[in-house]
Structure formats: structure tokens, C-alpha cells
């Protein structure tokens, strides 16, 4: 299908008849569950929409940039056909080599350095080569569709959608490989989460006192009872009585670094910004001048990272009735510019905290793990 009419003004019969006819086939080969991740401006593969969703938001913000010549080259690729199926890569569903690309930032470009010069694989290297490798097994014999990472992926999605239980996916996993034996599937809902864990999913799970006074780690790690309030730390045996989950920062760092036109931008706020005196950016704010004036050393710096802190509680079961709720803290880099750092593909989640009451003032003590209190000092 000739692909110039992404070209065509968006309110255009043309554009809008093209566009129905585009998303018929995309949503046929890639929709899980009647939704699709789309790389619309607004949404830039980040989110899962319905068809109707998906076509009001080309239609207003159109097609990310670089979109029309991805397709191009696809469809230019496939060998078995000339039409919207060149979207689907023939050995991988929803474009697992996208996911992994936008996972790793280009982490062949850290292997190679901006000189050309050879290195040694890094860590986050060597997970890169482990998912490529398993990105490329089928899933059985003969599949063209789904690889053994994808479709795990996808059962993710599902579970996510669908509000299933951990066991729940687990029961599902051993239907899946009763009923279609030759399928490479993990055999428990760990199994399948030790696979995916390296493209940034895992967590650290800490315990906490009740009160919010102190959390069990480093000179507490062996503790019984809160030395503040004397709260027991367990509910019952072995059982915690809260526990809340702590995503390292410091890998979400090195990836921003990985990439040579990505780690250009991390210094974006010192040597690209216009220096007036209109604020369009928090470098601009007084709070900020301030802070350089009292930490000299850390502003000769300019990759020296910046970070804003957003936070906020709700309750995730969606009844009032339910005593619970749930603080994700979210953390944004204001080394990027601004069309950047708002996109939500480079906010990071660094903690999950959940309880019967809010946390208030108190939640400074959950900011203590390494890379979290690092960054204030």
C-alpha cells in the first residue's frame, strides 16, 4: 500500500479513507484484547488503545515522527507480501525488536563508543544479546507470529487487562502447555517473570514499619520490632506487615547515557538552552540559580543529573469501601528538554508504596534506598 497519504492533511476525506483502511489491518494482525500500543504523537507507543481511540488521536495529533518511513521499510522487507502485513515482522509479534530497541536506548552504540572503537560487553549489553536471542526462538515450530519473548509479553498484557491474579496466570500457563505441548512456555508465573525482568520490569520488595518510621534495611535488616514505636514488623509468621516495592534507579540512568544522541541531550539545560530571562524551562527558576550557587562543584558538572520528584495516593480497587491506597513515585530528568522530559516514556517509577492510610511528611522515609536519597543529597 503506497503510504504518501500519511502526508495528506488530517482532516481530509483522503487521509481519513486511507487511515480506515490502514488501522483495519493493523488492528487484524496486532490487536491483544481489541487494543494496540500506536505511535501517535500524543501516545508515542506507550499506551494501549481501542481502534476508535487509536483514529481520533491521528486524527488529531497525527503519526509520530519517523512512523511513515518505518512502514516504508517494512513493507519494503517483506518478501511474502506488498501490502499492510509488512508491518508485522514475519518472526516476531507486535515488533519485539522496537520494544527491545526502546528498552536498551541503542545500546550497541555504548558497545561501540562515538569513536568507532571496540569494547568490552557491558552488563546491560549482555542482557541486550540474552533477549535478542530469545526474541528469535519461535514459539513452536513453524510459528511465524509470536516468539517465545513476545508471546510472554503478551500474556503480561493480558493478565494486566484482564485483572488476573498471579496464580491465575500461572494456572493458564499450565493449560497453555497441556494443550499445546511443542510451545516453548515457561513452566510458573516466576519462570516467565525471570525472563522479562531485564527489560526493566523487576523490583526490589522492602519491608517497612506499619507507622512509616523506619524501613528494615542495613542496621534494621535483621530487626523484629520498630526501635522508634516498638510495632511489630511481622502480621503473622514470616508474613510482613507492609512491605513496598523499589524500582534502581541507577539502570534507568546508564540507559539515558547509552545512547550517544540521548546523552548529548542530558546537558541540553547547560549548553543548548536560549539564556534570557523568559522561563520555559526550571533552569530558568530562581530555586534553581539558587542551587547552584550553593553547590558549586555539582554545577561544573552539566551531566551531573536533575531530578523532579511527582508524586500522589489513590486507591487502586476503585471502592471507597476498601481502606487502601496505593503512592507510585515517579521521577522526571531535567537535563532533557522539555519535549523530551513530559513524554512519558522517560518518566521513571522508582517506588510503589501501598498501605491502609496516607503517607504524608512520612514518605521521606521511603526515600532512603540507594539512588533515591543519592539524588538529594
Request: overall charge neutral; proline content about 6%.
Amino acid at each position: 500500500m503506497d503510504q504518501n497519504w500519511m502526508n495528506f492533511p488530517r482532516g481530509s476525506e483522503g487521509f481519513k479513507a486511507a487511515l480506515n483502511i490502514f488501522l483495519n489491518g493493523y488492528f487484524t494482525k496486532n490487536a491483544i484484547g481489541g487494543q494496540i500500543f500506536f505511535p501517535c504523537k500524543k501516545c508515542s507507543r506507550s499506551f494501549c488503545h481501542s481502534r476508535d481511540v487509536v483514529y481520533d488521536h491521528l486524527i488529531v495529533d497525527g503519526f509520530v515522527k519517523g512512523f511513515r518511513e518505518w512502514v516504508v521499510q517494512r513493507e519494503a522487507s517483506s518478501s511474502t507480501s506488498n501490502d499492510m502485513s509488512g508491518i508485522n515482522d514475519q518472526n516476531t509479534y507486535d515488533d519485539i525488536d522496537g520494544l527491545l530497541h526502546d528498552t536498551f536506548i541503542k545500546v550497541e552504540e555504548g558497545l561501540n563508543g562515538d569513536q568507532g572503537v571496540p569494547s568490552e560487553p557491558n552488563e546491560e549489553a549482555i542482557k541486550f544479546y540474552k533477549l535478542v536471542e530469545e526474541g528469535k526462538q519461535e514459539l513452536y515450530p513453524g510459528c511465524k507470529t509470536f516468539s517465545m519473548l513476545s508471546f510472554i509479553i503478551c500474556l503480561f498484557l493480558f493478565q494486566v487487562l484482564n485483572g488476573l491474579s498471579n496464580t491465575a496466570f500461572g494456572d493458564l500457563l499450565e493449560l497453555l502447555k497441556e494443550v499445546f505441548p511443542m510451545a516453548r512456555l515457561p513452566k510458573s508465573y516466576n519462570e516467565s517473570k525471570n525472563i522479562i525482568k531485564d527489560l526493566g520490569f523487576d523490583y526490589k520488595k522492602i519491608h517497612a514499619c506499619p507507622n512509616d518510621c523506619i524501613l528494615y534495611r542495613k542496621e534494621y535488616e535483621g530487626a523484629d520490632v520498630c526501635p522508634k514505636c516498638e510495632t511489630s514488623r511481622w502480621k503473622s509468621k514470616n508474613v510482613p506487615a507492609k512491605v513496598f516495592r523499589h524500582f534502581p534507579l541507577k539502570p534507568k540512568l546508564q540507559r539515558l547515557f547509552m545512547c550517544s544522541k540521548t546523552a548529548a541531550s542530558m546537558v541540553w539545560h547547560d549548553k543548548e538552552r536560549t539564556k534570557d530571562d523568559k522561563i520555559r524551562h526550571p533552569a530558568y527558576a530562581q530555586s534553581w540559580k539558587d542551587f547552584d550557587e550553593t553547590y558549586p562543584d555539582f554545577k561544573i558538572e552539566p551531566r551531573n543529573v536533575r531530578l523532579a520528584l511527582a508524586s500522589d495516593g489513590f486507591n487502586p480497587f476503585r471502592t471507597m469501601s476498601v481502606a487502601h491506597i496505593t503512592w507510585p513515585v515517579v521521577l522526571i530528568s531535567y537535563n532533557l528538554p522539555p519535549w523530551f522530559s513530559m513524554k512519558p516514556e522517560y518518566f521513571m517509577i522508582s517506588l510503589l508504596i501501598s498501605g491502609p492510610k496516607s503517607l504524608g511528611n512520612d514518605i521521606d522515609v521511603y526515600l532512603r534506598p540507594e539512588g533515591i536519597m543519592g539524588v538529594w543529597g
